[in-house]
């Protein structure tokens, strides 16, 4: 093994020092807890983990996009089912052209009639 020289010079610190690493390396949840100590702080001090919480707070924002889009396109297939059936172009065609079926009565109203009531 191969020891830094401030460890050398003092010999005496060597085998207590491998004597504590072994006591350590014989106990599994102390090396546990080690691995796991270092594993977050490396994790936190690097950056991965704000960088990890913005792509789930991304993909959130994705998926709630994705659920308003699939909502609108449940409308939109609705509305298109809706105007492929025979009763609702019949009732645009009467609403926005002012179309009438035949044998429908139609009334006309005067504009001039109203005024020259209100007039007298």
């Known amino acids: ?45 690097d950056g991965s983990f704000i960088h990890l919480w913005r792509l789930n707070r991304s993909r959130q924002q994705l998926e709630a ?23 609702f172009i019949e009732r645009q065609a009467r609403d926005q052209f002012d179309l009438v079926k035949e044998g429908d009565l139609i009334f006309v109203f005067s504009d001039d009639g109203l005024e020259s009531a209100a007039s007298r």
């Open 1 to 45: 093994m191969v020891f830094p020289s401030w460890l050398l010079q003092n010999k005496g610190m060597i085998p207590v020092l491998l004597r504590r690493l072994n006591h350590i390396l014989h106990h599994p949840l102390k090396v546990l807890w080690i691995c796991l100590f270092f594993g977050v702080a490396s994790v936190l001090l």
């Open 65 to 87: 996009r994705i659920d308003e889009g699939q909502a609108r396109l449940k409308q939109l297939e609705f509305r298109i089912d809706e105007a492929q059936q025979p009763q």
